[in-house]
């Protein structure tokens, strides 16, 4: 498949980078207007999400470079080019929400009520995210037959786009942002509900993000190792835990979500 959605001849957009700009565009439009309405001043708005992108993307990237060392050691000019795909989302969560501690300890900003904010933005770029994986080729799954893909009733273009390698693959990119945009609505519909306690969004997002990746990576034939291991299950192992343990921190509490940051 065609990386490139434009050729300008001195430089490229490609169909990656198209869509990772979309999923910040949104989930910043999102937590912008959600931000706003419960009263976080513009300049941290505009700090939060400039840092907070920033960061996470860098976290992102070297937390897959980190993963494939062996091979950036060989082509280390690659690392910076991570328009040909290579963001590890793990990675960038978790250096985002270093940054967003160390920001909201700083403004003495309520951490949990600004996370129950960004998990809901965060959850649908994920989902707009994985289509840039899928016009990169990556995010795949086990080899299946083009029988099998053309019985999902799958566009076209998706079918001939999952022909990676020289076999038809699992389209594990489609299940997982399908399920992030679920998640996405669970969130919408359990944010306007009245007394759900501050913390209750981010708990939810860890344990079904949690849950979609150690699913999803069972099926995946491209995750990142750590020996035996994949990282990611590994990872989502520990998010669901600590969303487990949030949500009974939470239960415990009488204090109801907060009006205002």
């Known amino acids: 498949m065609d990386r490139v959605l434009f050729d300008f001849g001195i430089f490229q957009i490609k169909w990656y980078s198209f869509f990772i700009l979309i999923a910040l565009i949104v989930g910043g439009f999102l937590f912008y207007k959600e931000?706003?309405?419960k009263g976080l001043s513009k300049d941290d708005i505009i700090d939060i999400l400039f840092y907070g992108v920033l960061i996470g993307i860098l976290g992102a990237r070297i937390y897959?470079?980190?993963?494939?060392?062996?091979?950036?050691l060989k082509s280390p000019?690659?690392?910076?080019?991570?328009?040909?795909?290579?963001?590890?989302?793990?990675?960038?969560?978790?250096?985002?929400?270093?940054?967003l501690i160390f920001y909201c300890k700083k403004k003495k900003i309520n951490i949990l009520l600004l996370l129950d904010i960004i998990v809901v933005s965060v959850i649908i770029a994920q989902a707009i995210g994985r289509w840039g994986n899928f016009f990169n080729g990556e995010a795949y799954g086990r080899i299946i037959s083009l029988s099998k893909l053309e019985s999902m009733h799958l566009p076209k273009f998706i079918i001939n786009g999952m022909y990676i390698n020289g076999s038809y693959r699992e389209p594990t990119f489609l299940y997982e942002s399908i399920l992030n945009i679920i998640g996405f609505i669970i969130l919408l519909v359990i944010r306007k509900l009245k007394n759900i306690k501050t913390g209750t969004l981010t708990s939810i997002y860890l344990i079904w993000y949690g849950i979609v990746r150690v699913i999803i990576e069972s099926f995946r034939s491209d995750s990142l190792m750590l020996g035996p291991i994949k990282v990611a299950q590994l990872v989502s192992i520990i998010f669901i835990i600590s969303g487990i343990i949030l949500l009974f921190k939470i239960k415990k509490n009488?204090?109801?979500k907060e009006d205002k940051l």
């Open 35 to 37: 931000a706003t309405k």
């Open 64 to 72: 897959y470079v980190l993963f494939n060392l062996d091979y950036y």
């Open 77 to 99: 000019l690659e690392i910076f080019m991570i328009w040909n795909g290579g963001l590890a989302i793990h990675g960038g969560l978790i250096a985002t929400l270093l940054f």
């Open 254 to 256: 009488n204090k109801y």
